[in-house]
Every structure is written in structure tokens, then in C-alpha cells.
């Protein structure tokens, strides 16, 4: 079982529509969480940290469960501009050089 | 804002060749990752800094070496430059540690 999984997608959803990926961890002892996303033949870039109590950031909300070991984001009234590859990060405890990169979930949004 | 710069965004290398590729962060940042990207292999660790001078083996280290010699660049060396290597090179730095990664613009590096 991998450590960290994404549902690869592709998501393809009109403008305006409201989409949301989950992303599982297996290690409980998981300390950071994070999205990021990575549009073609660029870098990785962050979107944004997961807190335990949740948080948003405009159009973008994360999500923790620690219990059932999952992240979320839900991208509300999703623009063109949305289209690329969400990669879920985790930071396990274990070690400072152990972060583990989900494969990414590729989202497509049609005018 | 963070700025990790990356030396070269394309680099053409021929086989055998040693391979420097640099990387600098401006944010005093003591933690620092060199990553390659392939297509249905994700992220890989190759080597990771946590000090100058001080530098750790990540998942896959062979047929790289790296060098921190000063806090704010770290290099991956590629001491003879296989076609196996073409491939997205990724730098990454971090302040404390559950702080979130941030990337350079990455070096495309092709071997002939």
C-alpha cells in the first residue's frame, strides 16, 4: 500500500463547478500536511498548509481527518486557471528529511 | 517571499560528462533537497542538507553527490552522466521543519 494516495483523475468539470479531491495517508504518525499543485513541465508550487481545524483560502478549502487518516480540498467556482496537477504532501514524524508526495491528482476545467 | 533559484531551466549534457547543477535560496533556510521527477515515478529524493558541510543520502543518491559549502546554495554534482539521469531536477528548500517545501523552478536536463 502506498504511503500517501490521490485518485490520479483526470477530473474534467465545466467553469464554475465545485470539485474536491481526498487524499489518504497511511502513517498516523504524520506531523505536516500540505497541497500543492504543479502545472506541466513547471515546478511544484504551494497552495496551501492543512490544519487540523480546517482552513480556507478564497476559493479553496483544506480539510484533516485525523481519524479516518485523509486530506481534502475543495476548489469552489473553479476557473480555467485551476487546470493542473494537485499533489498531496505529507510530513511523517520520522525524520526531517521524510516528506512523502501523493502522484498527484490531474484537474481539468472546461469553459 | 521565498526565491530558490535554480542555475539553468534547460541543460544538454553528453554521456559521461560531470554535471553541475546549482541551487540558491535567499531565506537563511537550513534544510535543502535536491529531487528528480519522471513521468508515473512522482518526487524521488536524492540527497538532502541540513547544515552546511552536513548532507544526508536520500532514496536514490547513486550517481550523485552534492555540496554545501555555503548555507544559502547547494549543488548536485553528477559525477559521470548517464542517459538514465535525463530527467526533471528539482531543489527545494525549508525553514523549520513542519514548514512547508518551496521549489526552484527546476533544471530539464537531457543526456545524449
Known amino acids: 500500500r502506498k504511503e500517501v494516495e490521490q485518485d490520479p483523475g483526470p477530473f474534467n468539470v465545466p467553469e464554475g463547478a465545485t470539485v474536491a479531491f481526498n487524499c489518504t495517508y497511511s502513517?498516523?504518525?504524520?506531523?505536516?500536511f500540505f497541497w500543492y499543485r504543479q502545472d506541466c513541465r513547471k515546478e511544484p508550487k504551494l497552495l496551501m498548509s492543512?490544519?487540523?481545524s480546517g482552513n480556507e483560502d478564497g476559493r479553496f478549502t483544506a480539510q484533516l481527518n485525523r481519524a479516518s487518516q485523509y486530506i481534502s480540498l475543495l476548489i469552489r467556482d473553479s476557473k480555467l486557471s485551476d487546470s493542473a496537477t494537485y499533489l498531496c504532501v505529507v510530513k511523517p514524524y520520522s525524520s526531517a528529511s521524510k516528506i512523502i508526495f501523493g502522484s498527484g491528482t490531474r484537474l481539468s476545467i472546461r469553459p | 517571499d521565498v526565491k530558490v533559484t535554480q542555475s539553468s531551466r534547460y541543460l544538454v549534457k553528453r554521456t559521461g560528462e560531470k554535471v553541475f547543477l546549482e541551487c540558491v535560496q535567499d531565506m537563511d533556510h537550513e534544510n535543502m533537497f535536491w529531487y528528480r521527477q519522471d513521468p508515473g515515478l512522482g518526487l524521488r529524493l536524492i540527497y538532502f542538507s541540513y547544515d552546511v558541510k552536513m548532507k544526508e543520502k536520500g532514496d536514490i543518491p547513486e550517481g550523485y553527490s552534492v555540496s554545501r559549502e555555503k548555507k544559502e546554495r547547494f549543488s548536485l554534482i553528477l559525477e559521470s552522466a548517464s542517459t538514465n539521469q535525463t530527467s526533471m531536477y528539482l531543489c527545494?528548500?525549508?525553514?523549520?521543519?513542519?514548514?512547508?517545501?518551496?521549489f526552484g523552478n527546476g533544471t530539464r536536463l537531457t543526456v545524449t
Open positions: 502513517n498516523s504518525a504524520s506531523q505536516s
Open positions: 492543512v490544519y487540523s
Open positions: 527545494a528548500s525549508r525553514g523549520q521543519l513542519n514548514s512547508p517545501l518551496h
